[in-house]
């Protein structure tokens, strides 16, 4: 994993978590790797289904870092009016091929699929994204797995940029199963050794909890619920939440107020986002070295 020397900061002084440079020096690292052992085929394979305008945009943009990582990219494309079994039947077929190395179900799925169903077809080995219950079953053990893209790119923020976990406070706000939950492990595991707060829009001191934390790691998916009041002088925030809004795309921290006295900030967008994308590719190498491939 590479490490920033050089951050940029905030207006306000905050050092820039700039993802978007993490994630390029990540994808540049792995096609070296790649091409070092005399570029195998590792294939990470996507199923699209529907017309959704930003799972497009997403799918496209896993595409392009792939190629760029020197990585085979192979996409499935299904329509809005596709059944249950037309998609179970189209990852299963990636299941079965052993030139496939990744799967990625581009969720959310139309309204009328039950995403569960899909996922459950996905072998750890290929889960790249690491959501079935398999995965977060290895999570929770800590046996050898994929750990979901998201919470693992901002561990790989914190590593990059020496941000210290060891003996510090951090609060998770949210409590989903593809952020909040596997942050909090991954946080408190052995070797990064935080104290962590799981937290959530219904807790009623966050503000007073918040402003225990070292660390605050954002991912409610409420637009800017976190301002100066929750963050303590020289605190890391990062910011995991995406909303949607007139003025474009925002996440849950007030990024103008909080750089003012946080020590380290993301930006949204720039921030978590490319490093999803960054594990998803990270995620796929080791899914090829688990089927065999020499890495």
Known sequence: MATISDPERTAGGAILLDGNRLRDETVASIASRIMSVGSPAICLATVLVGSDGPSGVYVRMKHRKATEAGMVSRGVELPDSATQAEVEQAVAA???????????????????????????????????????????????????????????????????????????????????????????????????????TLAHSRTADLIDVCRTADIIVAAAGQARMIGVDHVKPGATVIDVGVSRSEQGIVGDVDFDAVQAVAGAITPMPGGTGPMTIACLLENTLAAAAMQGVAI
């Open 94 to 196: 990636l299941v079965d091929d052993p030139t496939v190395h990744g799967i990625l179900v581009q969720l959310p799925l139309p309204g009328h699929l039950d995403p569960e169903p899909v996922l459950a077809l996905l072998p750890p080995a290929k889960d790249v994204d690491g959501l079935t219950d398999r995965s977060l079953g290895r999570l929770v053990r800590d046996l050898p797995g994929h750990v979901p893209c998201t919470p693992l790119g901002v561990m790989r923020l914190i590593e990059a940029y020496g941000i210290p976990t060891a003996g510090r406070r951090a609060v998770v706000v949210g409590r989903s199963t593809l952020v909040g939950l596997p942050q909090v492990l991954l946080l408190g595991r052995r070797g990064v050794d935080a104290t962590v």
